[in-house]
């Protein structure tokens, strides 16, 4: 059973940081490449950061360069998304996206992110 979870969501203050992370299970983790994508409240879907399943390609929106960096660990089927200088407008439900080799697409729950005072 293919399973992507994350974690670390909560409430921050703006200009605060937190790290998301996403446990994965079920497929070929370390061939896969892998995103994170957020939903604010009344939004559509919006891609934030992916990285290629050796970890030595990144890409970002433009709403988060120079503020949120995504990594990950092969040996522990785990991407992460550190985030810094959180804004409200950063506020949403994060998901974890895997792209695995065989062409499917898999989906987390999301976690909560919230920025606010």
């Known amino acids: 059973e293919v399973q992507l979870v994350e974690s670390g969501g909560g409430l921050v203050q703006p200009g605060g940081s937190l790290r998301l992370s996403c446990a994965a299970s079920?497929?070929?983790?370390?061939?896969?490449?892998m995103s994170w994508v957020r939903q604010a409240p009344g939004k559509g879907l919006e891609w934030v950061s992916g990285?290629?399943?050796?970890?030595?390609?990144?890409n970002y929106a433009d709403s988060g360069k120079g503020r949120f960096t995504i990594s990950r660990e092969n040996a522990k089927n785990t991407v992460h998304l550190q985030m810094n200088s959180l804004k409200p407008e950063d506020t949403a439900v994060y998901y974890c996206?895997?792209?695995?080799?065989?062409?499917?697409?898999?989906w987390g729950q999301g976690t909560q992110v919230t920025v606010s005072s």
């Open positions: 990285i290629n399943s050796g970890g030595d390609r990144t």
């Open positions: 079920g497929f070929a983790f370390a061939n896969s490449a």
């Open positions: 996206n895997a792209h695995a080799i065989s062409g499917y697409d898999y």
